[in-house]
């Protein structure tokens, strides 16, 4: 049978997603019109539940005037900056300053082409579905190197430094880590990672699930691996030369960064828009917010890390536990692939512990100097 | 293979969100790495010795409030007690144990805010500092029962205090003393085995015992290095050779031991103030001193331990309304001395918790 | 209690061990010839017994003929202290030895002294203004300072 979805050919799977809602422009104009109002609004509702929530945990408030629970907060926020004056260094280069903002934000917007908000309900069905986010991911760091090397300011250059060796670096555990996933459900294709996790993944990749949890947190700038805008440091980081519009689309990449690898970690590890009663959206929805506020949580709770132990926790932590489970991972698909999953789950939720303990006993973080 | 690198200048500073004030360092970076380091300071400068020589010695007292303005309170102690020196006024004892506890509860608040933002330096997102700022509201809602002001409090006077504390202010107190304790334990759980604290912070700008003496440190950073000298104990002024209390100190000399410092000391703040409080006698707050101290030719020194340090007041009179001479000994500044050692070779973000952990106030590096 | 040395007893001492260096002294403090500074701090900081290791403060006083230097030291090991006092003459290239090179603490104080009141410190490390800027005219602390 052969099947063409999409003008892409479709190996037979267990079952073929609904063509939703048909024809291929339809289909697209829909996809691109949800996928901006997705990202839009969530974004909104990300800086204000980020704010909300940071003030609960400090034992504040937070923005509480407009609208009711300060829940417009996020529209005042996004007129002010956009009627602030754009101020643009005078020894700037100002094609690549200009420039920046905007190669840092689409890459973010990209991510969403592939992930599905119910079964099929996606933009494009990718057969390299998680390769095209760990590819597309990687481009916004081309905007922030511009935007630190544009604006001319040393500290922007330097938090473009930090963020390009911390993109470089993490990205490598978080890929091993995403692959365990795959191995487990025999496909790249965003749709049927999520259609195969009949249990979500988190209960089989507990590993994998954090590797990728704080390797994502790396590489997209929140606490604790906030360092390329540090604000004690280097006051803004790579956006310090950054005003009215430019700002906030970079603040917009922020959140946007944010929600994409919530939604990915939701879609890998949680059933992404499976779920029991509510409808699919719903679900994914949830599970992208709880997601996002185990990173408002950590913001909260943790203080920053120095940049030789961002590295050293990339490639002496992260790393090898990625390899190892992908390892394991790998003997428990090729050697065991009927076991039950309870057992299955038993089993991992042990090793990581047992790993986790093992590396936190070999490796320190450092204490005083590091020569580099 | 080694790579060329060429170091490059950045001002950190004066406007820096942790700079503390208005002050300037002067990197020269490799990379990330500090070759050179230059303090820069005056951006905050007002003249206030020379300022002071122009008023008269009762109306520098709110001057003092300017200096250390994160421990008003301990300035006004310490300044009113080189004119009582200076002048032979003597103060009731009701007044000596009120100073007591409003220089302790001062400390206890000035700590706060010195441990916050270390954290805050750190890249702990706020949260220490907003919960130390809680804690350190209720102590300016106490000070603020005594003199309606809530930062620069011109409360303390020659021979006593300006006015008695209100009736509600005892239980008021009372209060904070009893959840103090629990707040300072719940900050320890927070923070202090928090893994990434400990990373950043333990052994990383050692300032060794030999070299804090030399350098004149004093306060937390020359305690934290090991060092155990506090003038409350070693030259005990007013009324705290009756108290029992302990000097806590560093082993190390570490950022982490300056913090750690800070926090034993409050919990000893916290026992002083119990036990002023209850041998606190009654009588009068102030003894009879004229509006215009004339105090005879001559000079006067007198130090106190204040949060940050060994805070001395040097008066020179010459028998008219105002001194002839009025010199501050300002502990921010001088710990900041071996600055530029403790910082060389270090990376940038290390470079800006060891200035946390310094714990200077600008207003009183600068004057 | 930090025990008061009797400066008359160290000024004695100090005249014994550099003949010379006393101008005068009272229950105070005593005064201090500037040519001797640096030999007799490093003596008031090695002798045993003494170990003045820790240099309180330094400041200075616009006496108008002549600014008066004050150091106050403290012995942490002992735990006592002592003042002295050094005159430095004429109003346009007063200077008095450094004594960074004994107590570094003196480092941030001796600039400021020469920053507010224009004492030259010879054999200072780093001698600049540190409140005032560079360029600045005059000595803000300075008895006949107009703003």
Known sequence: MNIVYHGIAVPDMKQLPPDWPGGFFWHWLVFTVIIFTFVFTLVMAFTWVERRGLGRMQSRLGPNRAGPFGILQPVADAIKVLLKEDIVPSRSDRIVHWLAPVVAFFPALLIFAVVPFQNGALLADLDIGILYVVAISSVSTVGIFMAGWGSSNKFSLLGAMRNVAAVVSYEMPLVLAVIGVVLIAGSLSMNQIVLAQDIPLILLQPLGFLIVFIAGCAEINRSPFDLMEADSEIVAGFHTEYSGMKFAMFYLVEYAEALALSAIIATLFLGGWRGPVLPPWLWLVIKVFAVFFLMVWTRTTLPRIRIDQLMALAWKFLFPLALINLAITGLQVVAWPDALPWTMIIVNFAIAAVLIVLWSRLFKVGWGRVEV | ?367 | ?147
């Not at chain 2, 310490?78 to 032979?88: I, S």
């Not at chain 2, 004229?290 to 106190?304: C, D, K, M, N, S």
């Not at chain 3, 008066?68 to 005159?87: A, D, M, P, Q």
């Open chain 3, 1 to 147: 209690m930090t025990a008061v040395l009797s400066p008359r007893n160290i000024a004695d001492r100090l005249e014994k061990e550099f003949p010379g260096s006393i101008v005068s002294s009272d229950d105070n403090s005593f005064e201090m010839n500037s040519t001797f500074l640096v030999p007799a701090a490093r003596f008031l900081k090695d002798t045993p017994g003494l170990d003045f290791d820790f240099l309180s403060y330094i400041t200075g006083i616009d006496r108008y003929d002549h600014f008066e230097l004050v150091y106050h030291l403290v012995s942490l090991k002992h735990n006592h202290s002592l003042t002295f006092k050094v005159r430095c003459y004429g109003r346009d290239n007063p200077s008095a030895p450094s004594l960074t090179p004994v107590w570094r603490g003196a480092d941030f104080q001796e600039r400021e002294i020469f920053d507010l009141l224009g004492v030259r410190f010879e054999g200072h490390p780093n001698l600049k203004r540190i409140v005032l800027w560079e360029g600045f005219d005059g000595h803000p602390l300075r008895k006949d300072f107009l703003g």
């Open chain 2, 1 to 367: 293979m080694t790579l060329k690198t060429e170091p490059f200048v950045v001002n950190i500073g004066p406007q820096h969100p942790s700079t503390h004030g208005v002050f300037r360092l002067r990197t020269t970076l490799d990379g990330e790495v500090i070759v050179d380091v230059e303090p820069i300071f005056g951006y905050l400068h007002r003249g206030i010795e020379k300022l002071a020589e122009e008023r008269t010695y009762g109306g520098i007292i709110p001057l003092t409030d300017r200096l250390d303005y994160l421990a008003s309170m301990s300035n006004n102690m310490g300044y009113c007690m080189a004119v009582e020196k200076l002048a032979g006024i003597e103060v009731p004892e009701r007044a000596e144990y009120l100073r007591v506890i409003l220089a302790e509860l001062q400390r206890i608040a000035s700590h706060l805010i010195g441990v916050g933002a270390f954290f805050n330096d750190l890249g702990a997102m706020m949260t220490p500092i907003v919960y130390m700022i809680r804690e350190r509201e209720k102590i300016v809602d106490l000070f603020e029962m005594l003199c309606g002001q809530r930062l620069t409090y011109n409360f303390m006077r020659f021979g006593g205090l300006s006015q008695d504390i209100p009736e509600e202010f005892l239980p008021a107190l009372r209060k904070f003393l009893d959840q103090m304790p629990r707040f300072i334990d719940e900050y320890d759980q927070l923070l202090m085995d928090n893994e990434i604290v400990l990373a950043r912070s333990k052994d990383v700008g050692v300032l060794p015992a030999e070299t804090a003496i030399n350098i004149s440190a004093s306060g937390p950073v020359l305690r934290g290095s090991g060092v155990k000298w506090d003038i409350r104990k070693a030259d005990p002024y007013s009324v705290y050779d009756r108290f029992e209390f302990d000097i806590p100190t560093g082993t190390a000399g570490d950022a982490y031991d300056r913090y750690r410092v800070k926090v034993e000391e409050m919990r000893q703040s916290l026992r002083i103030i119990e036990q002023a409080v209850a041998q606190l006698p009654g009588g009068p707050f102030r003894s009879k001193v004229p509006f215009l101290v004339r105090p005879p030719v001559g000079e006067a020194y007198a130090h106190i331990e204040s949060a940050r340090g060994d805070l001395g007041f040097y008066l020179v009179s010459d028998n008219s309304i105002a001194p002839y001479r009025f010199h501050v000994r300002a502990p921010s500044l001088i710990n900041l001395t071996a600055l530029r050692e403790m910082l060389i070779g270090w990376k940038v973000a290390d470079a800006i918790i060891i200035f946390g952990s310094i714990d200077i106030v600008m207003g009183e590096v600068d004057r």
